[in-house]
């Protein structure tokens, strides 16, 4: 089992940027996928982006598509989702999700496909 720890939530402005970082510890992550989904108030968990952790296309949500973006940093075993053009209704908890298994074909994930979660971090976008 690997262990997730997510960071660099917070409050910002629509319009403005955030960061928020994963780092993966236990585990040789060759074989593993990540992904980012999200939790509103009184709504379900939603897929955000996902991508394997070597190689492979990142895959997003329509609303995030354009906006989010997946990148890695390899000796940190970290993923990091870039946030730009943050809009109030991006307004969740994060979760960083991880799976033993690479991304397939599809471009949509949902929390069954992942079997291993961090504690999630919280972000605000103020109008």
């Known amino acids: 089992q690997v262990q997730l720890v997510e960071s660099g939530g917070g409050l910002v402005q629509a319009g403005g940027s955030l960061r928020l970082s994963c780092v993966a510890s236990?585990?040789?992550?060759?074989?593993?996928?990540m992904g980012w989904f999200r939790q509103a108030p009184g709504k379900e968990r939603e897929f955000v982006a996902a991508a394997s952790w070597i190689g492979g296309n990142a895959y997003y949500a329509d609303s995030v598509k354009g906006r989010f973006t997946i990148s890695r940093e390899y000796a940190k075993k970290t993923m990091y989702l870039q946030m730009n053009s943050l809009k109030p209704e991006d307004t969740a908890v994060y979760y960083c999700?991880?799976?033993?298994?690479?991304?397939?074909?599809?471009?949509?994930?949902?929390?069954?496909?992942?079997?291993?979660w961090g504690q999630g971090t919280q972000v605000t976008v103020s109008s």
């Open positions: 999700a991880a799976r033993p298994t690479r991304l397939g074909g599809s471009a949509y994930y949902t929390s069954a496909d992942f079997g291993s």
């Open positions: 236990g585990r040789t992550l060759s074989s593993y996928a």
